[in-house]
């Protein structure tokens, strides 16, 4: 979809991106990451074509995008930037049709667009149409951001540092909507941070920079278990098997619980519990109410005193949660295991700490003999 054959962009005698050669599949996410001044904002202006390459070439759909008329490619790439923000006279709803304006869209189908698309960034359009940028907190007007980029419906979108001037807890609100909204779109995104845990969590595949060279392109995985050198070994940092476990949803590794309909006769449990020591306890339609411990019960035993009683949104994880979402779950509840529950409740299985601790050593293995830095 997106091909970039050893460009090099020079100002004066610094090289800002060097000999960089990239392939972007349809649909994929690609992240860009190193340090800052590695080049990652100018390889992005080259593919938007803000900036022309000194050497090399560039193609988007097998179209050298240099004989492309400038406008024509813009239209087919929506671009998201970190600080050049939304026009402040604009309303929201004026910003996200910025481009579809000057396409001549009829009006009804902006006014239709801008509310599908505030819905999508999750903002309720009767609320935020018609404000303006400054009305709007910092995670609100990067989703209108968001939402502008995607008004034409662009199959390429450009982000660059889109999430960069959040605070953390709304950047990663942020980071699960992105990766909600591509997992329906499946745009084809070259995404740039400077943040791994972000790179880890969104990307299907990472190109790490430095000083304008390409130190490595792989998989999320592959950065983790076989860094190319000492370079990307030490951006990744320390705690890889922590890392590794924001690649693996919950629904991947959950098993069928135990569990008891409220109100049952408690003794028959170790039976129904297939010996495992903790069975949750349901309502007839499935929703969690709790859990026993089975080995505390005896013929004396009274049900309600052998329930823990929990709330499900506190005790329980969602299945398209990672794991690394339940295993902090489970440490701030002190729980060897969580349940798993849908929007409405219902249990849907458990994730174990030993499941938790398989996906962290996955894949382990000696990282020795690494090239020396700066070594693609
Ligand atoms: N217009 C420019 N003139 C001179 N040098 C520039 C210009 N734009 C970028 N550079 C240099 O190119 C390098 C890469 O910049 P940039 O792509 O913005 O890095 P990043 O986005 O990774 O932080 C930096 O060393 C920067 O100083
Ligand atoms: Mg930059």
Redesign the pocket.
Known sequence: MIRLEDITRR??D?T?VDSLSLEIAEGEVCVLI?P????????LRMINRLIEPTSGHIFVDDRDILSLPAEELRRGLGYVIQSIGLFPHLTVAGNICVVPRLLGWEKSRMVDRVDELLKLVGLDPNAYRDKYPRQLSGGEAQRVGVARALAADPPVLLMDEPFGAVDPLNRERLQSEFARIQRELKKTVIF?THDIDEAIRLADKIAI?RD?KLQQFDTPEEVLNHPANKFVHDFVGADRALKRLVRVRVEDVMRSPATVLDGADLLTLQVGAGRRRFAYVVEPDGRLIGWVDTLGLDEGSVPEAALTRVVPADASVRPDDSLRDALSRMLGLGFRSIAVTDRNDVLLGEVTFAAVEDAMTEGDEHISNLPPEGAA
Not at 36 to 43: A, F, H, L, N
């Open positions: 100002y004066g610094e800002a190193g800052s001044g590695c080049g990652k904002t100018t390889t740039v920079m304008g």
